[in-house]
Structures are given as structure tokens and as C-alpha cells.
């Protein structure tokens, strides 16, 4: 079984993932516009709740529909690191540098894997391009993140938040991109069939 083949296979489950990943997303990002507490103690836990939760739920769609064996690895462990920065947020003293820490090294480590997973498939997978956007993103997130002033957790947890806003937002609508792409895909031979000479001939 070749690993093309198996891509085809698993090219109509492919937007499962990155809508689930969208909802997780959106959810926390709510959470953190509607709070008035942006301390860092707060940062901290929404960031380690929705680290676990995306790292656990997604991970596990990733596992079980990803077809690219190569992909499916690196996918792996990038939910493997984000479920154990997840647990670091949610464990460590609560003080502004564990915070920038925490989701700088997270947004480095995650964004390059997931950078690279969208470029190795590039082609050849339906999700590619969106993987490559939000790897970059999450990577410019890192790079931010180092640059921050070494005092305002208001500013910290506002920014996670729009990050969190903006790849919500992206997900979704490639989730139903890739959905409805493959939906045209699947009705495109019964539109042949039925256009077919033998299909008129049966018509007559």
C-alpha cells in the first residue's frame, strides 16, 4: 500500500480534524475576550486547558485518520508536546516569565513540525496548505512571544488570544473547504455516468 494511495483513501475524513482543532480553538478564544482577568494565572490555565484538550482530542483524530504514515508520526508528536505543555501551564508557579516560557517553546516546537508536515505533503494531501499557515503562524507567535515586555500578562494573554481567534477562524474554513471539495470530487463520476453514451442510449 503506498502511501499516495493511502492519502486518496483518507483525503474525505481529512477536515474532522482541523474543525474539532477550530472549535477547541474559538472556544478558548471566547473565554479569554469575555474574561476581565488577564493575569497570568489565567493565561496559564486556559492555555493548559486548551492545550490538553486539543493535544488529547485532536492528536487522537490525527492518529486515527491520518494515511501518511511519516505525517501521522509528526502529528503525533507535536499533540505529545502540546498535551505536556498543557500539563507544564497548569503546574507551574504562576509568574509571567513560566508564561512567556510555556507557549514560546511550545509555539517554536509545534509550529515548526507542523510547518514542515504541510510542506513534506505539499500536492498531496488536501490539509497541506492550511498546515503550512498555521504552522507559520504558530512560529510567528513564538517569535512574538520572545519579544514581549517582561512585565504586562495583559498584553501576553491578549495576544494567545487573538492567536487563538485567527487559526479558529482559518480552521473552519478550510475544514469546510476541504469537506466541500471532496464532496464535488465524489459527485463528479455520477455526473460522467449519468452523461455517459450508454446512460442517453438507455434514456432514448
Do not use: C
Request: charged content about 15%.
Amino acid at each position: 500500500m503506498t502511501d499516495a494511495a493511502g492519502d486518496a483513501r483518507g483525503a474525505d475524513r481529512s477536515w474532522i480534524a482541523p474543525l474539532v482543532r477550530s472549535g477547541l480553538a474559538l472556544a478558548a478564544a471566547v473565554v479569554i475576550t469575555f474574561s476581565q482577568d488577564h493575569s497570568t494565572t489565567f493565561g496559564l490555565l486556559v492555555f493548559g486547558a486548551w492545550a490538553l484538550a486539543t493535544g488529547l482530542v485532536v492528536g487522537a483524530l490525527q492518529l486515527r485518520l491520518e494515511a501518511d504514515r511519516s505525517t501521522r508520526t509528526l502529528l503525533t508528536v507535536a499533540s505529545v508536546v502540546t498535551v505536556v505543555s498543557g500539563i507544564l501551564a497548569l503546574t507551574v508557579p504562576a509568574v509571567l516569565p513560566m508564561l512567556y516560557y510555556v507557549i514560546s517553546v511550545w509555539a517554536a516546537v509545534t509550529g515548526f513540525i507542523e510547518l514542515f508536515a504541510g510542506l513534506r505533503t505539499r500536492g498531496r494531501h488536501p490539509a497541506s496548505r492550511d498546515r503550512v499557515a498555521v504552522g507559520a503562524f504558530t512560529a510567528v507567535l513564538a517569535i512574538v512571544f520572545l519579544l514581549l515586555p517582561p512585565d504586562n500578562p495583559v498584553v501576553a494573554v491578549g495576544l494567545f488570544g487573538a492567536y487563538l481567534a485567527m487559526i479558529g477562524v482559518f480552521l473552519g474554513i478550510a475544514a469546510f473547504s476541504i469537506r466541500w471539495a471532496a464532496l464535488e470530487r465524489e459527485s463528479a463520476p455520477e455526473a460522467a455516468n449519468d452523461a455517459s453514451p450508454e446512460a442517453l442510449k438507455d434514456d432514448e
